[in-house]
Structure formats: structure tokens, C-alpha cells
């Protein structure tokens, strides 16, 4: 691995958790022992997801005003990292085109990091202009989905990349990495878990913080989740893993919880759900950040999320959206 | 992720990358994964049949009953709960149980348990061909009070005449503990009580426990401590789990499970029959999902999950509802 320069931090390491609310909705109340054994984690960071991947990947448009309210609400729910929008171009994603807009209009909590999406060095001065104090790239472990999905092959894309990270380095702003279709790809069908260590591998070498491994279409199952992490584990540090599961075969929770027994901690989500799967239309895309919640509660870990507080935010931007929550725990607290 | 392309429906690599995960039952390479921690066979019992459909509103009639127990036979499934010997004053969706049981295929190779509360339905049972029968304890007073009418001691005394009849009779008895991890009424459960209900039924001559999460609250690391109780006072290869995704937890719950050694999974085809205890919520967990997962485990079940499939789209037809099962939902996409 490269020798590592100084790189930045993001703000919400500094500062202090909030507590949880006394009276909550919840799993059967476990003590805070290491249940996950003796590498599981005592505390799990979640990224959520939802205002950016999630509204991203659902039909109807939201109004400004709605996402900024969406990610007012969340930043009280005590989540540490709300990913706010996409610096993208309008015409490629309708849905983040008013990206300059929404991370002016939020309020920044203390402690609460909003980084923002950026395909390329224009999309991060744009982010910059617009107050981001931190950012996320996004490559991929599969070559045809790269060239599919922004029209150039893996290296290219990192390339591009180098570009954002000295710029992003002299800003002294964090950036995070997202790794694609980690379990499975859409075009390549099975994806070798040496290609997913090599692509976090030069991600977490560019300097990005964090490397958030993604299964886009949601095929993992626990094994190949050990598979691939025991792969990456060899050469990126478990500190800087995240796992960003989708939940469209329902497998999202079993993966994540391999993922903790292996010791990671970071875990991406969205709230109620949202955001369907762009290549199985009608099926279920993110995993709920409710659910997740649930599941970490129950084992004991801290988060520092109040479940009440994120299922009144979920029951929110479902009413905005006109649809039915994805997360099981919304469904079955509210008595319809 | 990213920026995101539309719907491809037919994408041969995507496919193929799913039918490795959708194989239809032979013998997978062992993975290590697999070989180090987790059963090599798990035996499914189908509970759509009479737990899910008893869930369900609509009335189904005795001929889509016997079809769908008859394509659940075919689909590999080793066994399957057929009905209830329930009074249909309670029970209005199993009140044509002679004529089910009469009336379905009998795959040799396959079980077909039904549930008896007491000597009266087991008499019904037998004369109607049972060859096996379960009865169901609760960890819970207030849920054995409430649901039946009697404190788990009585239940347990009546249960007691129908095995010792079954004993003289050669007809195996499985037994059901419900509120395993939780009880609607009282909340957390002990896991000693689970553990001693479990002996009492064990004792009487049970051949199999199912140890049964009735409403689905249960974590990982609740499911982690009373299978630790359970696991002292009966031998693991007599021990099943039956939980409820009522919170999205039941993947995660059977994945630490058959980490523990668990090799018999209960689950309904579709995730039929919704949570009496939470209106809207789900309940049964699908066994298309789990299916799935034990596939991409590497774990045989001899179950053709394509043909569960179309068993499921089947039911769900004849119930006019959407399938609860995210593997159903997300294949319904590529016709596989």
C-alpha cells in the first residue's frame, strides 16, 4: 500500500454522539455485551442513504423544500453521516438537478457530516460552491458496468479520479469511496473478490477515508459477503470498510451481519427503504435504515439513533412520495 | 448507485448470474465458508400451507389447497404442514382439513404433519390419513391464556394424552414453542422458560422442537441466548427455528441459528400469512428468501427454488395479493 499522507477527517469523528431518547420503540432491550463475538463491533456508524441513493432511484420528483425538510428531520434523528445529494448532472438523474439548492437550504447540525456524490472534478468544484465539506466517488469492481454505467473503463475512471482527490487534498475535505456491484454484476454476472480488493485497493491508496462496498443488484448471500471481505480485508485496513447492501433478494440484514461478525462497523442504509432497484423493476433496492437499526439495537450495539424519531422521518417522506414504506419495522409499528 | 441506466430486462449475464444462485437443488461444491461453520443439509419444513394460509382473509377452497400442497411436493420440499385439526369455529380458513388431507398427493419421501391441539383433533386427524401430527406450547402464560385458554401447564397435560396415543400409534410428534422471543402480552421471554417448555415437550416424546419467534421481534442476539438455554436441555439435531419477518429480522435470526447448528428451518412459500399481532405487518418468513440464501451458502436443502417459485405466483394468484417473498418479486422481472 502507498505511503499515506495526512488525510482529512471528517468533522463527525470529532465530535461527541447523541444520546438516544429514554422511551423508544425497539427490539427486546439487550445488554451491551459482544455478542457478535470477540471481533464484532461495540459501536456501528450508519451513512445514510436515502436523501441521495434512495430519492435517486424513485420515480416521483421531490420538491426541494421536501428534501431539505427530509434531511432536517433525519440530522435530528442522531445519524452521523447523511449523504444530502449528487452533484450530477440533471440530465443523466432529474431527481438531484437541484443538488446546489438542497446543501445550501440544510441545516448543518454540529457533528452531522453531509457529504455529497461527485462523478469528476467539475461536479466538485460545483459542490464546493455550494458549501460541501466532503465528498464521495464512485467506482466499480466490474469493468462492463463501469463503461456501461459512466462510459469508461475502471482504471479511466479512477484516473478521472486523481484529478478530485489532489483538489479535494488541497481543500483538506474527506472523500469517501464507493466500490459497485462488489457481489454480482448485472452484465458480468459473478465478480471476483481479488477484483473488488484491487479496486478498494487503489481507491483507499487515491486517499479516499472510507471504502463503502456495494452490492448494486443485491445478489450476496452471506458467503460470498466473507468471501469478498476476507479479499478487501487484505488490503484495506477493517477500520475503513463500510458495507452498502441492497435488499432485493432479502438478504441485506444476513450480509451485513457477517459483515459485523467480521468486525465491520460502518453500514450504509436508507430510510423506509427507499430507492427501488434500477434493474429489476418493481423490486426493492436499499436496505431499511429502520430495520437495520432494529437488528443493531438488539445485538447491543450503539448507533446513536433514535428508531421513533427515524420512523416519524420515514412516515414522512413516504406520505411525500405516495408510497408504502419498504421497512418491515414501519410496517409493522404503524396499525394502518 | 451513481448515476444509474434504466431497467435492462434481459440481460443474459444477469441472468446466468442468477440461475448459479436459483440452481435447482443437486448437490453445490462444498465452499469453505460453508464447510467450517454451518450445517451441510437443512431440512425445510413448509408451513404455507396451514401457518400461512390460517393467516390469511381470504378463504381459500380446498382445491387451490391441495394444488399448491401438491406443487410444493414436486418443488423438492421434504415436508410439508398441510392443515389444522382445529375447530373451524376458530379457524374458518382450516375448517375443510378432512378433505385436504384426504385430498393431496402423498410424494413418497415427503411428510405431511398436521397441526391437533388435543386428543379430539388428533382423532379427526388419523381418521383422515394423518401419518404425523405437531402440537404447540407457549413460553408465555398470557399468550397460552389468551390463545387457548389454559396455562402452559394445562396445555402441556393435554398435549401429554395426545403423545403418549400417538407413541402406541407410531405417529411422530412435533412440537411447537411459541413466544420464543418475545410475547405480544409479556413482552420479553426468558430464555430458561423457553428451555423448560421445550424439555416438557421433548420429554413427552416430541421428535423435533420448533422453537417459534410468533411475532418476530427477536435479534440475532436474543435468538444467540435462548438457543444457548435451549441447546442444554435438548440435542441441537432435534431443534428447529421458525421465525417471523415482522420486523425484517428472520434472515439474520436463521443465519445465527444454523451458525449455532441448527439444521431445520421452518418457512411459507410467498412469506404467506401476515402478523395477527401488528394489522398490515408481515409474518412468516418466505421460503423462496431463505432458500436462496442457503444456496448461495452452499448448503443443500433439495429444494427446486424455481418451482417454489411458481408455487408461490400460484397462491398468490388464487389470494389476489402481491408475494411477500423479495426473491419472488425480483425474479418475477427476468421470467426465469
Same mark, same amino acid.
Given at each position: 500500500?502507498?505511503?499515506?499522507?495526512?488525510?482529512?477527517?471528517?468533522?463527525?469523528?470529532?465530535?461527541?454522539?447523541?444520546?438516544?431518547?429514554?422511551?423508544?420503540?425497539?427490539?427486546?432491550? @439487550?445488554?451491551?455485551?459482544?455478542?457478535?463475538? +470477540?471481533?464484532?463491533?461495540?459501536?456501528?456508524?450508519?451513512?445514510?442513504?436515502?436523501?441521495?441513493?434512495?430519492?435517486?432511484?424513485?420515480?416521483?420528483?421531490?420538491? @426541494?423544500?421536501?428534501?431539505?425538510?427530509?434531511?432536517?428531520?433525519?440530522?435530528?434523528?442522531?445519524?452521523?453521516?447523511?449523504?444530502?445529494?449528487?452533484?450530477?448532472?440533471? /440530465?443523466?438523474?432529474?431527481?438531484?438537478?437541484? &443538488?446546489?439548492?438542497?446543501? /445550501?437550504?440544510?441545516?448543518?447540525?454540529?457533528?452531522?457530516?453531509?457529504?455529497?456524490?461527485?462523478?469528476?472534478?467539475?461536479?466538485?468544484?460545483?459542490?464546493?460552491?455550494?458549501?460541501?465539506?466532503?465528498? +464521495?466517488?464512485?467506482?466499480?469492481?466490474?469493468?462492463?458496468?463501469?463503461?456501461?454505467?459512466?462510459?469508461?473503463?475502471?482504471?479511466?475512471?479512477?484516473?478521472?479520479?486523481?484529478?478530485?482527490?489532489?483538489?479535494?487534498?488541497?481543500?483538506?475535505?474527506?472523500?469517501?469511496?464507493?466500490?459497485?456491484?462488489?457481489?454480482?454484476?448485472?452484465?458480468?454476472?459473478?465478480?471476483?473478490?481479488?477484483?473488488?480488493?484491487?479496486?478498494? /485497493? /487503489?481507491?483507499?491508496?487515491?486517499?479516499?477515508?472510507?471504502?463503502?462496498?456495494?452490492?448494486?443488484?443485491?445478489?450476496?448471500?452471506?458467503? +460470498?459477503?466473507?468471501?469478498?471481505?476476507?479479499?478487501?480485508?487484505?488490503?484495506?485496513?477493517?477500520?475503513?470498510?463500510?458495507? &452498502?447492501?441492497?435488499? @432485493?433478494?432479502?438478504?441485506?440484514?444476513?450480509?451485513?451481519?457477517?459483515?459485523?461478525?467480521?468486525?465491520?462497523?460502518?453500514?450504509?442504509?436508507?430510510? +423506509?427503504?427507499?430507492?427501488?432497484?434500477?434493474?429489476?423493476?418493481?423490486?426493492?433496492?436499499?436496505?431499511?435504515?429502520?430495520?437495520?437499526?432494529?437488528?443493531?439495537?438488539?445485538?447491543?450495539? &450503539? @448507533?446513536?439513533?433514535?428508531?421513533?424519531?427515524?420512523?416519524?422521518?420515514?412516515?414522512?417522506?413516504?406520505?411525500?412520495?405516495?408510497?408504502?414504506?419498504?421497512?418491515?419495522?414501519?410496517?409493522?409499528?404503524?396499525?394502518? | 448507485?451513481?448515476?444509474?441506466?434504466?431497467?435492462?430486462?434481459?440481460?443474459?449475464?444477469?441472468?446466468?448470474?442468477? *440461475?448459479?444462485?436459483?440452481?435447482?437443488?443437486?448437490?453445490?461444491?462444498?465452499?469453505?465458508?460453508?464447510?467450517?461453520?454451518?450445517?451441510?443439509?437443512?431440512?425445510?419444513?413448509?408451513?404455507?400451507?396451514?401457518?400461512?394460509?390460517?393467516?390469511?382473509?381470504?378463504?381459500?377452497?380446498?382445491?387451490?389447497?391441495?394444488?399448491?400442497?401438491?406443487?410444493?411436493?414436486?418443488?423438492?420440499?421434504?415436508?410439508?404442514?398441510?392443515?389444522?385439526?382445529?375447530?373451524?369455529?376458530?379457524?374458518?380458513?382450516?375448517?375443510?382439513?378432512?378433505?385436504?388431507?384426504?385430498?393431496?398427493?402423498?410424494?413418497?419421501?415427503? *411428510?405431511?404433519?398436521?397441526?391437533?391441539?388435543?386428543?379430539?383433533?388428533?382423532?379427526?386427524?388419523?381418521?383422515?390419513?394423518?401419518?404425523?401430527?405437531?402440537?404447540?406450547?407457549?413460553?408465555?402464560?398470557?399468550?397460552?391464556?389468551?390463545?387457548?385458554?389454559?396455562?402452559?401447564?394445562?396445555?402441556?397435560?393435554?398435549?401429554?394424552?395426545?403423545?403418549?396415543?400417538?407413541?402406541?400409534?407410531?405417529?411422530?410428534?412435533?412440537?411447537?414453542?411459541?413466544?420464543?422471543?418475545?410475547?405480544?402480552?409479556?413482552?420479553?421471554?426468558?430464555?430458561?422458560?423457553?428451555?423448560?417448555?421445550?424439555?416438557?415437550?421433548?420429554?413427552?416424546?416430541?421428535?423435533?422442537?420448533?422453537?417459534?419467534?410468533?411475532?418476530?421481534?427477536?435479534?440475532?442476539?436474543?435468538?444467540?441466548?435462548?438457543?444457548?438455554?435451549?441447546?442444554?436441555?435438548?440435542?441441537?439435531?432435534?431443534?428447529?427455528?421458525?421465525?417471523?419477518?415482522?420486523?425484517?429480522?428472520?434472515?439474520?435470526?436463521?443465519?445465527?441459528?444454523?451458525?449455532?447448528?441448527?439444521?431445520?428451518?421452518?418457512?411459507?412459500?410467498?412469506?404467506?400469512?401476515?402478523?395477527?399481532?401488528?394489522?398490515?405487518?408481515?409474518?412468516?418468513?418466505?421460503?423462496?428468501?431463505?432458500?436462496?440464501?442457503?444456496?448461495?451458502?452452499?448448503?443443500?436443502?433439495?429444494?427446486?427454488?424455481?418451482?417454489?417459485?411458481?408455487?408461490?405466483?400460484?397462491?398468490?394468484?388464487?389470494?389476489?395479493?402481491?408475494?411477500?417473498?423479495?426473491?419472488?418479486?425480483?425474479?418475477?422481472?427476468?421470467?426465469?
Amino acid at each position: 500500500m502507498a505511503a499515506l499522507t495526512r488525510r482529512a477527517v471528517p468533522r463527525w469523528a470529532a465530535a461527541a454522539l447523541r444520546p438516544m431518547s429514554a422511551a423508544r420503540p425497539g427490539p427486546p432491550v @439487550t445488554p451491551p455485551s459482544p455478542q457478535l463475538g +470477540s471481533a464484532g463491533p461495540r459501536r456501528v456508524k450508519i451513512v445514510e442513504v436515502g436523501p441521495r441513493d434512495g430519492l435517486q432511484n424513485e420515480q416521483a420528483v421531490v420538491p @426541494t423544500e421536501v428534501k431539505i425538510r427530509f434531511i432536517d428531520m433525519l440530522s435530528e434523528t442522531g445519524l452521523p453521516v447523511i449523504e444530502a445529494t449528487s452533484f450530477v448532472s440533471p /440530465k443523466w438523474v432529474p431527481q438531484m438537478a437541484d &443538488h446546489a439548492e438542497v446543501l /445550501k437550504g440544510i441545516e448543518k447540525f454540529p457533528g452531522v457530516s453531509y457529504p455529497v456524490l461527485i462523478p469528476n472534478l467539475k461536479g466538485f468544484q460545483a459542490a464546493v460552491t455550494a458549501g460541501a465539506r466532503e465528498v +464521495s466517488i464512485f467506482g466499480a469492481a466490474s469493468e462492463l458496468f463501469s463503461k456501461k454505467n459512466i462510459n469508461c473503463s475502471i482504471d479511466e475512471s479512477l484516473q478521472r479520479f486523481s484529478e478530485v482527490m489532489e483538489a479535494a487534498r488541497a481543500a483538506n475535505i474527506p472523500v469517501r469511496g464507493y466500490v459497485s456491484c462488489v457481489l454480482g454484476c448485472p452484465y458480468e454476472g459473478k465478480i471476483a473478490p481479488a477484483k473488488v480488493a484491487e479496486v478498494a /485497493k /487503489k481507491m483507499y491508496a487515491m486517499g479516499c477515508y472510507e471504502i463503502s462496498l456495494g452490492d448494486t443488484i443485491g445478489v450476496g448471500t452471506p458467503g +460470498s459477503m466473507k468471501e469478498m471481505l476476507s479479499a478487501v480485508m487484505k488490503e484495506v485496513p477493517l477500520g475503513a470498510l463500510a458495507v &452498502h447492501c441492497h435488499d @432485493t433478494y432479502g438478504q441485506a440484514l444476513a450480509n451485513t451481519l457477517v459483515a459485523l461478525q467480521m468486525g465491520v462497523s460502518v453500514v450504509d442504509s436508507s430510510v +423506509s427503504g427507499l430507492g427501488g432497484c434500477p434493474y429489476a423493476q418493481g423490486a426493492s433496492g436499499n436496505v431499511a435504515t429502520e430495520d437495520l437499526v432494529y437488528m443493531l439495537d438488539g445485538l447491543g450495539i &450503539h @448507533t446513536g439513533v433514535d428508531l421513533q424519531k427515524l420512523m416519524d422521518v420515514g412516515a414522512f417522506i413516504c406520505k411525500a412520495l405516495n408510497r408504502r414504506s419498504n421497512s418491515k419495522v414501519a410496517q409493522a409499528t404503524c396499525r394502518l | 448507485m451513481g448515476t444509474v441506466p434504466s431497467a435492462l430486462k434481459h440481460c443474459l449475464s444477469y441472468q446466468h448470474l442468477l *440461475r448459479e444462485q436459483l440452481w435447482s437443488g443437486e448437490p453445490p461444491p462444498a465452499q469453505e465458508y460453508q464447510k467450517s461453520e454451518l450445517p451441510e443439509y437443512v431440512k425445510i419444513i413448509e408451513v404455507g400451507p396451514r401457518d400461512g394460509l390460517q393467516n390469511e382473509k381470504v378463504i381459500v377452497p380446498t382445491d387451490i389447497k391441495i394444488e399448491l400442497i401438491n406443487q410444493l411436493a414436486k418443488a423438492g420440499l421434504p415436508v410439508i404442514e398441510v392443515t389444522s385439526f382445529v375447530s373451524s369455529k376458530w379457524v374458518p380458513q382450516m375448517a375443510d382439513h378432512t378433505e385436504v388431507m384426504r385430498g393431496i398427493e402423498r410424494h413418497p419421501g415427503v *411428510r405431511y404433519p398436521v397441526l391437533t391441539p388435543n386428543l379430539r383433533g388428533f382423532h379427526s386427524a388419523i381418521s383422515a390419513g394423518a401419518t404425523e401430527v405437531s402440537v404447540f406450547g407457549a413460553a408465555s402464560e398470557s399468550f397460552s391464556k389468551r390463545n387457548i385458554n389454559c396455562s402452559i401447564e394445562e396445555s402441556i397435560e393435554r398435549f401429554e394424552e395426545v403423545a403418549k396415543l400417538a407413541r402406541n400409534m407410531n405417529i411422530p410428534v412435533r412440537g411447537y414453542v411459541s413466544c420464543a422471543l418475545g410475547c405480544p402480552y409479556e413482552g420479553n421471554i426468558k430464555p430458561v422458560k423457553v428451555a423448560e417448555v421445550s424439555k416438557r415437550l421433548y420429554s413427552m416424546g416430541c421428535y423435533e422442537i420448533s422453537l417459534a419467534d410468533t411475532i418476530g421481534v427477536g435479534t440475532p442476539g436474543s435468538m444467540k441466548r435462548m438457543l444457548e438455554a435451549v441447546m442444554k436441555e435438548i440435542p441441537l439435531t432435534a431443534l428447529a427455528v421458525h421465525c417471523h419477518d415482522t420486523y425484517g429480522q428472520a434472515l439474520a435470526n436463521i443465519l445465527t441459528a444454523m451458525q449455532m447448528g441448527v439444521s431445520v428451518v421452518d418457512s411459507a412459500v410467498a412469506g404467506l400469512g401476515g402478523c395477527p399481532y401488528a394489522k398490515g405487518a408481515t409474518g412468516n418468513v418466505a421460503t423462496e428468501d431463505v432458500i436462496y440464501m442457503l444456496n448461495g451458502l452452499g448448503i443443500n436443502t433439495g429444494v427446486n427454488l424455481y418451482k417454489v417459485i411458481e408455487a408461490g405466483n400460484f397462491i398468490c394468484t388464487a389470494l389476489s395479493r402481491k408475494t411477500n417473498s423479495k426473491v419472488a418479486q425480483a425474479s418475477s422481472v427476468f421470467e426465469l
